[in-house]
């Protein structure tokens, strides 16, 4: 992400306010309604807040809760790559990947649950350091990642 100046801070109002909305519900943002409506917020976000632990694994916990979604995942992925076409959410935390997972479900669900690892990505948001009371998040752009499975299992 390159900078065209100096942010302002209406402009470093906005990347606050759209990482705050994001975190409470990132479905909006994962449209091209939403990515192009935001796609300048979320390049200030990454220029004032960079993830910058590069070397450490970020992990995305995903549940499928019907089988042929989870099947479609393995086909398109190979379990090796991922394609995000918009921003994406992933934590240094383990645990907080596998509860995203839901391996240790306590509402009653059934599926699969996987979670995987990134390792070294540029340009992610650090989403604590904009808002105090986020989730330990990293906000990736879009983009191709070549991923590993950590673990994978069934919703329990």
Do not use: C
Not at 10 to 32: C, G, K, M
Not at 80 to 85: F, G
């Amino acid at each position: 992400v390159e900078s065209s100046g100096p942010v302002d801070r209406v402009q470093r109002a906005d990347a606050r306010e759209l990482i705050d909305n994001w975190t409470n519900d990132s479905d909006y943002y994962r449209t091209a309604a939403g990515l192009g409506a935001h796609q300048h917020d979320f390049e200030t976000a990454a220029l004032l807040w960079p993830y910058k632990a590069m070397n450490r694994k970020l992990y995305r916990g995903l549940s499928f809760e019907k089988s042929e979604d989870f099947e479609a995942f393995k086909k398109t992925t190979g379990l090796k790559k991922i394609k995000d076409e918009f921003w994406s959410s992933w934590t240094p935390d383990l645990e907080q990947a596998r509860a995203f997972a839901m391996l240790d479900d306590e509402y009653g669900k059934s599926g699969t649950g996987i979670v995987i690892a990134v390792k070294g990505i540029p340009g992610g948001i650090n989403a604590r350091r904009a808002i105090e009371d986020a989730n330990n998040e990293v906000i990736l752009p879009p983009g191709d990642y070549d991923f590993t499975v950590i673990e994978q299992g069934e919703i329990k």
